[in-house]
């Protein structure tokens, strides 16, 4: 299979994979997510080359991931913006900074930390299952079916 093949397979991954599944795609959304909202700072953050941040910029908002919001006329400049799509990829983005905090953060520990602002402590990212609320293991989960899948081949 081919990297411009994925948004045509019949899989939510890789048709997932095909906007956001490059790690300058993951890194800019960090930075998104970390506020950051102009170009330059992008760039500048990254170290990124700016027609790959641009490329990346342009796919993210094709996709509605992020939205340029115009911030000044003379001459024209924008800022990049979140919207609600690309905010609901805020718990896989949390659950691989979480991933990599506990396999590579080192001895001293993780590089940033995230605090819940209502109730106000730190926390540490756990899949729960929305219908009875218990914390969710790969080995107690079952894939099956779903109303969107393939039919199968006779």
Not at 12 to 28: E, M, P, Q, Y
Not at 80 to 85: G, H, Q, S, V
Not at 101 to 109: P, Q, R, V
């Amino acid at each position: 299979m081919r990297w411009d093949d994925l948004s045509r397979e019949h899989c939510s991954l890789a048709r997932t994979l095909s906007v956001i599944g490059d790690r300058w795609t993951l890194l800019v959304l960090r930075e998104a997510f970390l506020r950051v909202r102009r170009f330059d700072d992008f760039q500048q953050s990254l170290g990124i080359a700016r027609r790959v941040l641009a490329a990346r910029l342009k796919l993210l908002v094709d996709e509605g991931v992020l939205k340029k919001v115009a911030y000044e006329r003379r001459p024209p400049r924008y800022e990049y913006r979140l919207t609600e799509k690309g905010l609901g990829l805020y718990p896989a983005i949390v659950a691989l900074v979480h991933w990599g905090d506990e396999h590579y953060a080192g001895k001293k520990g993780p590089p940033l930390l995230h605090r819940h602002l209502t109730c106000g402590h730190d926390f540490r990212s756990v899949m729960t299952c929305s219908e009875c609320g218990e914390a969710v293991d790969p080995r107690e989960v079952s894939p099956h079916a779903g109303p969107g899948a393939a039919r199968k081949r006779a």
